[in-house]
């Protein structure tokens, strides 16, 4: 079974910034997808951006130009995070999908999140 470990985020001053990882393993699979999404607290859970096959990136319009998404390697992905504002502020979850081979179908796989939190 496929799944997925976050690393990073923590406490971090209003400007500063943080990076966040997220690596997937498990059973035989490929990925065509990883992402980053977040939720604050009392909204719902939010795209913060993407890296599918090809190189093709997305962002949400509130990070362009802040953040940056790039693949380590196919399983591996990074969210580089700067200028950091308070209302960045959420748990931010790792999200991965790809075709499972050893169960031969889809897979769609979340952290368990990790928090980010913005203030003086």
């Known amino acids: 079974q496929v799944q997925v470990v976050e690393s990073g985020g923590g406490l971090v001053q209003p400007g500063g910034s943080l990076r966040l990882s997220c690596a997937a393993s498990?059973?035989?699979?490929?990925?065509?997808?990883m992402g980053w999404y977040r939720q604050a607290p009392g909204k719902e859970r939010e795209l913060v951006a993407t890296?599918?096959?090809?190189?093709?990136t997305n962002y949400a319009d509130s990070v362009k130009g802040r953040f940056t998404i790039f693949r380590l390697n196919a399983n591996t992905v990074s969210l580089q995070m700067n200028s950091l504002k308070p209302d960045d502020t959420a748990v931010y979850y790792c999200?991965?999908?790809?075709?499972?081979?050893?169960?031969?179908?889809?897979?769609?796989?979340w952290g368990q999140g990790t928090l980010v939190t913005v203030s003086s």
């Open positions: 999200n991965s999908r790809g075709w499972d081979f050893s169960r031969n179908r889809n897979f769609e796989v």
């Open positions: 498990g059973s035989i699979f490929s990925t065509d997808a």
């Open positions: 890296s599918s096959t090809g190189a093709n």
